[in-house]
């Protein structure tokens, strides 16, 4: 019997009882899932003939070479806003991955803002990280200190701030009223000190009902998951998602929000700055472990700032499509991620998790941009 593309799991069977050559299940189910990954890759080839993005090149014209004469901290200072909510778990792993992921492609330096609670059970994870513990939540704070504690959180960050090239807001943020207060202050101050932000996770709840802290910013860029870009397309554009001309949908939805640079995550990543849109539909894993999207945007800050000060070292001269960095970003960001996840599916399979795309990251830039 042969099992050709297209075939689906019942046929497949069908065809075997007629041939009364009926294999054992778990060939079947072997059989199935090649057909599940042939239509993924065939249907991404499809996809990608008109608004794929050239990946690998932008990849590789992005990422520094190394440089006996650089210092510390001019391959990208990364800080994350985020592990803040009051138990432990997935809200600490999501500030961790984000800020973990930068250092592992390559940034110098990575910073996390997060409440007294988390910085302990984030520093166990990783000594390398730069941990702040200068956030709070509403259960830590009297009626009568929220206006001076509020200044004085905003105040602490804001210190650091002339020094970060991009600034990731929302990995395990939660939703803490008071805290969200807070952090919608850290927002203007980083726009006006021309910082890049990325507003992931939780931070997308807080920029929904308010998009004003975004509206307007050239170096603002949102990743939404399935859900979030359900919200963001109800409330800016008053509909629902139209998967059937998702590429002019993400279009007026990031024209309309202005300026901003949305990453809309899913099974192909589509990308839009209001002027183009870009996909990037890369195979990557099957397995959908929680915290990839933590890489994702630890992974964007990086590449975000390896291009601003690419395209502002060139002086203009740079031959590289588009030439927006914030694009650039989300679109390499974007295609390592999927790269690492590959790699860590094949090793791991059903066991992937996600520190193991995580230790991945390392190995699958080198492959496109070796070192040496």
Excluded at 170 to 181: A, I, T
Excluded at 265 to 285: A, F, P, Q, R, Y
Aim: charged content about 20%; aromatic content about 6%.
């Amino acid at each position: 019997m042969i099992v050709k593309h297209g075939m689906n799991y019942l046929t497949v069977l069908n065809s075997a009882r007629n041939h009364k050559l009926a294999p054992p299940l778990a060939v079947l189910r072997r059989q199935q899932f090649l057909i599940r990954v042939l239509g993924v890759r065939g249907e991404n080839r499809m996809q990608g003939s008109k608004f794929e993005a050239d990946s690998d090149n932008i990849l590789r014209a992005i990422t520094p070479v190394f440089d006996p004469n650089r210092h510390k901290g001019q391959a990208g200072k990364i800080a994350v806003i985020g592990g803040c909510r009051e138990y432990t778990g997935a809200p600490y792993f999501a500030a961790y991955f984000a800020a973990i992921s930068a250092l592992k492609i390559g940034a110098d330096l990575s910073h996390v803002f997060c409440t007294k609670d988390a910085a302990p059970v984030i520093k166990s994870y990783s000594p390398e990280l730069i941990v702040h513990p200068v956030l709070e939540e509403s259960y830590s704070v009297g009626d009568r200190d929220k206006d001076h504690i509020s200044r004085r959180v905003v105040a602490e960050v804001d210190k650091w701030m002339e020094r970060f090239d991009c600034l990731v807001v929302g990995p395990g943020l939660g939703r803490d009223p008071f805290l969200l207060d807070c952090v919608s202050e850290i927002i203007k101050q980083a726009r006006q000190s021309n910082v890049p932000i990325i507003i992931d996770g939780d931070g997308l709840f807080l920029v929904t009902n308010n998009l004003g802290l975004v509206s307007g910013y050239p170096l603002a860029i949102l990743t939404p998951n399935v859900n979030e870009y359900k919200r963001l397309v109800q409330k800016v554009l008053n509909c629902e998602v139209n998967d059937q001309d998702a590429h002019g949908q993400l279009l007026s939805l990031a024209k309309q929000i202005g300026e901003v640079t949305i990453l809309r995550k899913g099974k192909c990543d589509l990308i839009s700055d209001g002027e183009i849109v870009k996909s990037v539909s890369n195979h990557g894993s099957p397995r959908r472990c929680g915290g990839q999207g933590d890489i994702l945007s630890g992974s964007v800050a990086v590449f975000l700032s390896w291009a601003r000060q690419l395209i502002l070292a060139d002086e203009g001269n740079l031959i590289i499509s588009p030439t927006n960095p914030t694009m650039l970003g989300c679109i390499a960001g974007s295609a390592l991620l999927r790269k690492a996840a590959s790699l860590a599916f094949e090793d791991r399979k059903r066991s992937t998790l996600t520190t193991d795309i995580i230790e991945c990251l390392g190995r699958s830039l080198e492959d496109i941009c070796p070192a040496c």
